[in-house]
């Protein structure tokens, strides 16, 4: 694909196909991924990763009664109740592999550093012609002490970004894109926009 075909065709996948991904996949969008900019090149970017439906689905039947609970307490998730309350509501959508992107340092940058990755791994994704989504939701669940202890991960580590990749049975059309605001800060670049 074309890179300006990767990047106005990406799209947040949240129906999957069966099929599976191999590990030589998921390791060739994570070395894609490592090619991101970092501050100072410190590239603090850790990679996680789960394989296979059933696995994942176990780990998603989990997050969502963890959060059905937590909507009880928590008015940020009083608008998602209704679907947390729905027993056939999927928190990772029966994709094939899930990445979990994070640091295990506590520098300033290292947030927006996993943020850089984890579009580099979007990008790369699409390229392959694999779908996509960025699970933020499901953030605070990995984040837990004893979520992290029962999957291996560090305890000092912040998972930042967890994304689901599989193939996806369709590609969701375009919602659309609101034109951007552009402010000219410099005289002559005022000048010249008024021409």
Not at 6 to 14: E, G, I
């Amino acid at each position: 694909m074309q890179f300006q075909d990767v990047l106005h065709l990406r799209r947040s996948v949240r129906r999957y196909t069966n099929e599976p991904i191999s590990r030589g996949i998921i390791e060739k969008l994570i070395e894609d991924a490592a090619f991101a900019p970092s501050a100072r090149n410190q590239q603090p970017w850790r990679f996680w990763v789960i394989l296979g439906k059933q696995q994942i689905q176990a780990v998603s039947d989990r997050i969502h009664e963890w959060l059905r609970n937590e909507a009880k307490n928590h008015d940020a998730l009083r608008t998602l109740r209704e679907y947390l309350q729905d027993p056939s509501f999927e928190v990772l959508y029966g994709a094939s592999a899930l990445i979990l992107i994070g640091s295990e340092s506590e520098n300033a940058q290292d947030h927006e550093d996993c943020c850089l990755a984890a579009m580099s791994l979007l990008l790369s994704a699409r390229n392959a012609c694999l779908g996509t989504c960025w699970i933020g939701l499901s953030r605070p669940w990995f984040n837990l002490v004893s979520t992290k202890s029962e999957l291996g991960i560090p305890e000092k580590a912040t998972i930042v970004a967890p994304i689901i990749v599989g193939h996806p049975t369709n590609w969701p059309e375009s919602p659309g894109r609101i034109s951007p605001k552009i402010q000219w800060l410099s005289q002559e670049d005022k000048d010249a926009h008024k021409s």
